[in-house]
């Protein structure tokens, strides 16, 4: 079974940091790209950052440029968002999720992990 | 940046209706265009990719149709599983921006 399991959320203060991890079982990680895409409570879905199966490209939300860094480890299937600078409207469910990618480059993202809560609050 | 647009916010309707939700493409997309559903406190869940493909164990009552900058998600007829937030995403370019949601609740 294709799995992501998200961890890392949590109580921060304006200004501090986390790290969140995404632990993904059931398919050849190496193979695809992943996405993180956050949730603000009662709000919809932001894309927030991407990285391609073997780093090569990264992107980023201007709302998280210069502060999130996004990271995986093909070795232990795992993808990860460092988040530094945090501020309140960054508060939300990150859920990581991987990208399907077809010849003509249509995607979309199938599966998504359950999220992890992220308060940044003082 | 392309921005999404739908149609209705939200929408009430029964079971058994046929509903239709509305997505607009602030550019031409093509057919780079998604379909997610999503139930409070669940992950989105995917039901349409590349505006008209059904993904892999979704019901048919579920069809998506439209390229360039109009796009529908319409669902024959309502069950009760289905009330919940839907979303549309375009995946033509990053950022990789989503429709603002509409929330489909039982009348």
């Known amino acids: 079974e294709v799995q992501l399991v998200e961890s890392g959320g949590g109580l921060v203060k304006p200004g501090g940091s986390l790290r969140l991890s995404c632990a993904a079982s059931g398919f050849t990680f190496s193979s695809y790209s992943m996405n993180w895409v956050r949730q603000a409570p009662g709000k919809g879905l932001e894309w927030v950052s991407s990285i391609s199966s073997s780093s090569s490209y990264i992107y980023y939300a201007d709302s998280v440029k210069g502060r999130f860094t996004i990271s995986r480890d093909n070795a232990k299937n795992s993808l990860y968002l460092q988040m530094n600078s945090l501020r309140a409207e960054d508060t939300a469910v990150y859920y990581c999720a991987r990208e399907e990618i077809t010849m003509i480059e249509e995607n979309w993202f199938d599966p998504w992990g359950q999220g992890t809560l992220v308060t940044v609050s003082s | ?107």
């Open chain 2, 1 to 107: 940046d392309i921005q999404m647009t739908q149609s209705p916010s939200s929408l009430s309707a029964s079971v058994g209706d046929r509903v239709t939700i509305t997505c607009r493409a602030s550019q031409s997309i093509s057919s780079y265009l998604n379909w997610y559903q999503q139930k409070p406190g669940k992950a989105p869940k995917l039901l349409i990719y590349a505006a008209s493909s059904l993904q892999s164990g979704v019901p048919s009552r579920f069809s998506g149709s439209g390229s360039g900058t109009d796009f529908t998600l319409t669902i024959s007829s309502l069950q009760p599983e289905d009330f919940a937030t839907y979303y549309c995403q375009q995946s033509y370019s990053t950022p990789r921006s989503f429709g603002q949601g509409t929330k489909l609740e039982i009348k």
